[in-house]
C-alpha cells in the first residue's frame, strides 16, 4: 500500500482524487500518494478546522497544548515508534539525504521542541505566556489578552526534513486553527506529525489539517488564502511575490524568503592545534543537510595572520568535506544539479580566477579566492568559496548590500571579536550568529530571520485602563 | 606566406572521403599536442587536470574546455593581436562577459562550412538562390553566424543572391519580391536565417495573408532558436508555419546547430519530427557527458553536450557546452539550453541571488 500524504479532517478521502509523486532517484523507490483538492475541498476543510479549533483549541489553557505537543514529540524521540521508524526510513528516501544524517539530524531538531524547550519558546515572545489563555494586566495598566488568528494557513517549501514543524507548533501555541500545505520536495513530515497529534490528543485531531497541490495551481490557492486569516510561507522570493499578488485584501501574510548564510573565521582560530577543528566544524556546517538549509554556509571568510594560512585553511576544510563525505556521502543528483556544480566550478576558476579543489565525481568542492569581494552564492550540494581577507572586520561592509538575503553567520573568534563582529553584522542585516558547527541548529526560540516566531501571528485584545473603573459604576454593587 | 603544416592536415583530412576512426585519433592528439605546446591558457587548464599529451592517448580523454572559460581567457594558439578573426558571441549573460574565439586564419573554418554544407543543405546542388535573413558581415563583424551566411551566399547563392536585412529590420518588399520571383520561375529557393528572424518574416507575411509554394527543392535553414526572444514557439508550430507560409515540406526545413565556441556546424535532415537528429562530419565526435564528472552518460540519458571538432584548431578541439542532449541512432538530439537547478530546500540557489541582489 502506497504512503499517503496529507491530512484532512472532516473530508471523505474516498471521494478524493489522488495523485501519485515518485521519489528515490539512487536506490529504493516510494510512491507517495497526494490528495487533489478543488477550491470547494479546501472552502469546506477550512470550515471545519475553523470549528474544531474554535470548539477544542482555542479554549485549552497553552500549557495543555504544550503538553500535547510534548507528548506527539516524545513519540519522534522513540526509535522504536512506528511514526519515527516511518521517518528514518522514509524520508531518506523522499529528500535523498543520506540516511545517518537524516536520523542524527532529526533527533537534534526534535530535541528543540521538548516541554523546557516549548516553555522557552513562550518566555521568548511573551513576558507572561498566561496572555494566551486570559486577560493579563498590562504594564502601562488595563489588560490584555494574545489572540492567535482563529485559521493560519502555511504553505511550506523545500525537502529538510521537518522544516514544517516550526509553524505547525507555532500555529497550536498560540491556538490557530491550521491547514498547512507540502511542497512536492517532501509531503510527508507534517503529515504524519498532523497523524500523531490526532493519535496523542484525540480532542485536537481536527485542528491541524495538511493538503497539497500542484506548485503553480491557483484555486485551491486562492480558496485557502481567502479562509485564512493569517498565512505564512516559505519560497523564493518569485514564489512569494506570487503568492503575495493572489492575497485579500487586508489579510495579513508573512513571507519567509529563501536566504544566504556565511561563516567567518579569525586569526586566532588557525593555531595549529585549533586549525583542524575548525576546520571539522566549518565541514559539518557544509556537508549538513548538502547545504540546502537557509542557516548553511555559502561562503567562508579567513583572516589572515593566523599560523594556518586561509590557503591551507581551504586544504584543510577539502580534506574534512572529504572525510564527512566518507561518513554522509552526499545525496545523488540530478543532471541540472550536476550542472549547476559543474557551472560554479567553471566560473569560481574562470571568472573569479579562483583555485578549485574538488574530487572528481563532484561530491564536494572548495575555491580559493584571495580577497575581491568574495560574497557569493554557492550552487549548493557541498561547494564553498574561501575568501582570504586581511581583517574580519572588513566583511560586514561587504555584506551589508546584501541584507534582505542575509540569515546566519557562523563564527570562530574570541570573545571581544565574537561581540564587535555582531554588532557590525546586525547592522547589516545578519539575524542569528552562531558558533561555527552550529550553524545548522538552531536553537529552541531562535528568532527566526529576527522576527518573533509567536508574537507575529497574534493580536493583542487590550482593555483600555479607563474601562474597568467605568465598568464599576454600572456594577450591580455599586453605590 | 606559408601554410602551416597542421592547416594542410585539416585541410586534407578534411577533404578526404571517409577517414576511420584511427586517422581521427591520430589528428585529434596531434592538435592536442600542438595547442598544449602553443596555447598557454589552455595548457595550464588541461595540466591542472592532469592532462597532458604524455597521458591523453584517445581523443575522448582530451580535457573539454567549458565554453565559460572563452569569457576569460584568451584560448588561441596565435597572438590575439594576429588572428584574422575574431568571434565573439552576444554576451547577453554574465554581466555582459563575451566569449571569444581567435582564428588565425579562416581557410579551414571555410573549408569545413562548405564541404559540410555542400552535403547537408545543398544536398548535391551546386548553386540556388538565396536569401538571408541576418545582418551581413559588415553590420556584425564578429558574428560567426554572419561570415556563416556570407560565406554560404558567396559560394552557394546564384547572382541576385543576398540579404534582405538592413539597418532597419528585414526588407519585406524584397523578401516578397525574392519569393514571388522563384515561384514564377520554378527555380529552387534558400531561405537561411536566424530562427527569430523567420518568426519576424513569418508574422509580416501572415498580418499580410501572403503565403507562397516555393519550387520543389528549395529550402530552409533555421538556426539559433527563440530562447529569450518576443516570442517562442513550440518547433512543430514552427515548422509547420515555415511549410504553410512557404510551400516548403518540413523535411526540407534544415535546423543548425552552431556555436561562436567552434568551427563546424551540426545539422539535422529535416524537421519532419521535432526534436530531430543532429549530426557533425567526419571530423568532429559529440558525446554526451555529465558536466561535472565528465564521464559519459549512457545512450539514451540526457546529459550535457561536448563537442569535438578538429577544424577548431587555432582554439580548443574540445568544449563542454551548456546545451542538454542525448545520443541517439545518427547523431544527437538537441534538448535547449540546462537550466540551472533550484535549490531543494531554504537557501539561495545562485540565479535567485543574482535577481535579488539586482533589485535590491
Known sequence: ?479 | MAQDPIVTDLLDFIAADRPGDGAFNALALKLFAWQFQHNQPFARFARTRGKTPRTVKHWADIPAVPINAFKTLDLTCCPPEDAAAVFMTSGTTQGGLRGKSYHADLAVYDASMRRNFAERFMRGAQKMAMGVLFPTTEMMPNSSLAHYLDLAVRSFGTPGSGHLIGPDGIDLPRLIADLERAEASGEPYGLLGASFSLVHALDALQAQGRSFRLPLGSRILDTGGFKGQSRELALDEFYDSLAATFGVSRSDCVNMYGMTELSTQFYDDGNAVCPSVKSGPHWTRTRVVNPLTGGAVPKGETGVLAHTDLAHYNIVTTILTEDAGVEVDGGFLLLGRVAGAEAQGCSMAVDEFLSAAAAG
Open chain 1, 1 to 479: 500500500m502506497p504512503e499517503r500524504a496529507g491530512y484532512l479532517p472532516g473530508l471523505d478521502p474516498a471521494a478524493l482524487q489522488w495523485q501519485t509523486l515518485t521519489f528515490g532517484r539512487t536506490g529504493t523507490a516510494l510512491a507517495v500518494e497526494v490528495p487533489v483538492l478543488g477550491a470547494g475541498d479546501m472552502t469546506r476543510l477550512a470550515a471545519h478546522v475553523r470549528q474544531q479549533a474554535a470548539e477544542r483549541l482555542r479554549p485549552l489553557p497553552v500549557a495543555r497544548v504544550v503538553e500535547a505537543v510534548d507528548a506527539a514529540i516524545a513519540r519522534l524521540l522513540d526509535r522504536s515508534d512506528p511514526y519515527r521508524r516511518r521517518m528514518d526510513d522514509l524520508l531518506p528516501i523522499v529528500t535523498g539525504y543520506d540516511r545517518e544524517m537524516v536520523r542524527l539530524g532529526l533527533t537534534q531538531y526534535l530535541k528543540t521542541f521538548r516541554k523546557p524547550e516549548l516553555l522557552r519558546f513562550l518566555a521568548e515572545d511573551f513576558a507572561n505566556p498566561a496572555m494566551l489563555d486570559d486577560f493579563q494586566p498590562l504594564p502601562k495598566g488595563g489588560f490584555g489578552k494574545a489572540f492567535g488568528p482563529p485559521l493560519l494557513a502555511h504553505i511550506w517549501a523545500g525537502n529538510v526534513p521537518g522544516l514544517p514543524l516550526w509553524t505547525q507548533v507555532s500555529g497550536l501555541l498560540v491556538k490557530a486553527g491550521g491547514i498547512g500545505k507540502v511542497p512536492s520536495a517532501e509531503p510527508l513530515f507534517a503529515t504524519w506529525f498532523a497523524q500523531l497529534l490526532a493519535e496523542v490528543a484525540p480532542d485536537l485531531a481536527g485542528c491541524l489539517a495538511v493538503v497539497w497541490w500542484q506548485g503553480g495551481e491557483e484555486a485551491p490557492e486562492r480558496a485557502l488564502l481567502q479562509a485564512a486569516d493569517l498565512t505564512l510561507a516559505y519560497g523564493s522570493n518569485a514564489s512569494l511575490a506570487a503568492i503575495q499578488s493572489r492575497m485579500p485584501p487586508a489579510k495579513r501574510f508573512l513571507a519567509y524568503g529563501h536566504k544566504v548564510s556565511f561563516a567567518m573565521i579569525a586569526a586566532a582560530a588557525l593555531d595549529p592545534a585549533k586549525a583542524g577543528d575548525t576546520a571539522r566544524r566549518a565541514a559539518y556546517d557544509v556537508a549538513r543537510y548538502d547545504q540546502q538549509g537557509c542557516f548553511a554556509p555559502h561562503v567562508v571568510f579567513v583572516e589572515h595572520g593566523g599560523a594556518i594560512t586561509p590557503r591551507t585553511f581551504a586544504r584543510y576544510l577539502a580534506r574534512e568535506l572529504a572525510a564527512f563525505g566518507e561518513r554522509y556521502p552526499r545525496r545523488g543528483l540530478t543532471m541540472a544539479e550536476a550542472g549547476s556544480v559543474a557551472a560554479w566550478r567553471q566560473r569560481e576558476e574562470f571568472t573569479h580566477g579562483g583555485e578549485v579543489l574538488g574530487d572528481e565525481a563532484g561530491t564536494w568542492s572548495v575555491s580559493y579566492q584571495e580577497g575581491g569581494a568574495g560574497f557569493g552564492p554557492s550552487c549548493l550540494n557541498r561547494a564553498v568559496r574561501v575568501v582570504a581577507v586581511d581583517n574580519l572586520a572588513d566583511v560586514p561592509a561587504q555584506v551589508a548590500p546584501y541584507r534582505t538575503l542575509l540569515q546566519t553567520v557562523g563564527i570562530a573568534a574570541p570573545p571581544g571579536d565574537l561581540f564587535r563582529l555582531a554588532e557590525a553584522l546586525g547592522e547589516a542585516g545578519v539575524t542569528r550568529i552562531a558558533a561555527l558547527g552550529d550553524m545548522t541548529a538552531p536553537e529552541a526560540g531562535w528568532h527566526h530571520d529576527g522576527r518573533f516566531n509567536l508574537l507575529d501571528l497574534v493580536q493583542i485584545t487590550e482593555i483600555d485602563a479607563r474601562a474597568e473603573p467605568a465598568a464599576d459604576r454600572l456594577a450591580p454593587y455599586a453605590d
